[in-house]
Structures are given as C-alpha cells and as structure tokens.
C-alpha cells in the first residue's frame, strides 16, 4: 500500500512513498508495480517530470536530488 502520491502520466503511473523514500513505478494498463527502487535515505518531499517526459528527478527531506530515467528506472 502506497503512503504518499501517485503521479498519472501519457507514459503511465509514478507511486512515491513517503516514509521510506522509496519510488514505484506503475504500469496502468495492468494495475501492477513494474518495479520499485530505494535510493533516497529519507523521506521523499517532491517528485517532477523532465519537460520531455524522459527523466524523473526525487527530493528528499535533506536536499538530496536523484535523477531517474522515467522509462527504466535508474538512477
């Protein structure tokens, strides 16, 4: 379950959790998590799309930025 947002996008859905700093990235055609990644150590505060749509970049609550690849997930 899910604590946090869900962002809904041409290229499907972006779950963050809150509390543990941890991204979901949700296949909405089929409902499923495609896969979850924990790079931030803390809470995460904000989540954005590249204009492009092709990149991901997550905060957390002590300034540290990750850039994600919105297709693959990777930082």
């Not at 379950?1 to 809904?8: N, T, Y």
């Not at 990644?37 to 904000?46: F, P, Q, S, T």
């Given at each position: ?8 996008t ?26 979850s ?10 989540v ?28």
């Open positions: 379950m899910l604590s946090g947002i869900f962002i809904l041409v290229h499907g859905g972006l779950g963050v959790d809150y509390t543990d700093g941890t991204l979901f990235f949700w296949n909405t055609t089929t409902s499923l998590v495609e896969k990644v924990k790079e931030h150590m803390n809470a995460i505060c904000g954005s799309w590249s204009p492009n749509g092709s990149q991901i970049f997550s905060a957390d609550k002590d300034r540290v930025v990750c850039m994600w690849g919105s297709s693959s997930g990777s930082t």
